[in-house]
């Protein structure tokens, strides 16, 4: 089966952006961010596909099926070449180009030119061996043996060491680290919790055996950590070791000036706007095809304009919403896959404890209501919406567990289906009476709920707004504000500081490819911005990643409980399972988004000095 992989290091950093939109990719169009602990590959990718007009059914909907995820263009590659990527946007990327910091996709797909994890995975998302890292595991599934390649250098030609790797968790486990990356999938490193606390001066659990060898050992075996749960990605030492833990974020080495063992190396970065790339001459996988590549911001209102005429040879994500009345562009191939993500309504139901780092949850917030919540997703058709909105390359999600993992995705679980009357019965017996217009509380005073969604794509309002007037439809006076990406995430809380003015947001998670959604759910997860916490919540996280859960068939069943949990408690709800779609120049050779492809970047070829321009 088809694994979607959307942008070569969009599953590496985390984070959440909203439809119309969360987690995407950029402001500008539907984008949504990578997972935390998500984990990132050299594989080349995007999304994108080869449908034309006739695929299109008699109702004018498309189907995901009837794209290719590989670019077919034939001829003979040429000798170098620059490649120019459009980064579809409508708010400049922030630049926080160090993974250990980074939180939306945005950056995560500025850094796949330069920078990679040191694994990669299967088309099943398990780790192999082909990355810059091997690994051997003990017979107890605890104990994990890394070698790095000899060859695997920093672009700045100092090798890249098992010391590297281990400052990257130390960086993460400091008292003083206020990242996304903390959480208990870390906290299963030995000796972990004890560094974190300030009790010890290093971590038990990680010992390098030589300059290329590290042993990391963990509590405890988990089925995650041989797909996706492990961290893979690391940082020069020799370039941030002496520089303040609070300071590295916005440090010049993060910003200006990064380096990685990537295909290729940052030349220039003009802030937010553009990114030149080099070739790195000396990438360990071999010499890259291309001299270089540059990469822009593309507005989603130009982005058209912009294919047609070469001005850009692909983009991270095309607007599905653009896709029908630019199927025959004469110059592209577009390439697609079911995207490894979802949108959602998000419910703000208490705040972030910097301190403890964790979720507290407030049992008097405005949405604490269960049936409220729940009320509100009666009151929306998303089957409409996807066919309507997207042409069907976005269509009805069910639960918190999308079918681009479907050994866990409950497809008999059918989520809440729309039903109008029902939400009204509910917020009836809830005591959310008729006054006028608008219902009020159930002590009588007026209910106004505030709803924040984001700008981006040509839909991103008029989709918001039709969600305004579902609420509206069963009495709840819902007030909308449209934000900016970067704004958006500041306001729902990726720095810690949840803005109290809101109370339901619209936005999208791009997963990572363990299926655990500790880092997105969990009590200690950052990312977790509904600030929903439930003990039965806990046991279940905790049962997906323990020893019973190593049996596929328990796993199963425990994440089947999940799902149907979220559904019964709505701290959110999904709205849209996604396609990603990816337009690619007929003079773009070897490129593939599917994950476990085997084609990587450095392979990516032109067969000609200039971009193919639409007829």
Known sequence: ????????FRLFTLLLVMMMVLSACGGGTETAEPAAGAAESGQAAAGGGTAAEDDKSEDGLVSIEDFDTAAANEGTAIEGGSLNYGLVSDTPFEGTLNPLFSSGVPDANVSQFFSESMLTVDENYVYTND??????????????????RDEVNWSDGKPVTAEDWIFAFEVIGHPEYDGPRYGSDIENIEGMAEYHEGKADTISGLVALSDKKLRMTFLKATPSLLSGGLWTSVVPKHVYGDIPITEMAAAPETREHPIGFGPFVVDRIVPGESVTYKRNDNYWRGKPALDGVTLRVVSPSTVVQQLETGGVDLVDAFPA????????????????????????????LGTWDKKAKEVVTNPDAKMADVNLRKAMWYAVDNDQVGQRFYHGLRWNATTLIAPSHPDFHDTENPGVAYDPEEAKRLLDEAGYKMDGEFRTNPDGTPL???????????????????????WKAIGLNVKLEMLEFNTFYDRVGQNGDDDPSVDVFQGAWSLGYDVDPTALYGRDALFNFS???????????????????????????????WQQLMVDEVPVFPTLYRASLVPVNKR???YDIATGSGVYLYQLALNSDKPVVAE
């Not at 089966?1 to 070569?8: I, V």
């Not at 110059?331 to 309504?345: E, K, M, P, R």
């Not at 106004?448 to 305004?468: C, H, K, R, W």
């Open 531 to 561: 600030r929903w916490s439930n003990e039965e919540n806990d046991r279940l996280l905790k049962e997906g990643v323990s020893e019973a859960s190593m049996d596929v068939a328990h796993r199963q069943q425990v994440y089947k409980d």
């Open 131 to 148: 990355g810059a890292a091997t690994y051997e595991v003990s017979d107890d599934g605890r104990v994990f043996t890394f070698t790095i």
């Open 588 to 590: 773009v050779m070897n």
């Open 1 to 8: 089966m088809k694994k979607s992989y959307t942008g070569a």
């Open 448 to 470: 106004e709920i505030n709803f924040v969604s984001m700008t981006g794509s040509d839909v991103a309002e008029p989709l918001a707004q039709y969600y305004v007037q579902s």
């Open 321 to 348: 919403d653009q896709y029908p009345d630019n199927a025959d562009m004469s110059n592209v191939q577009y390439l697609g896959d079911t995207d490894a993500a979802y949108t959602y309504i998000g419910f703000k």
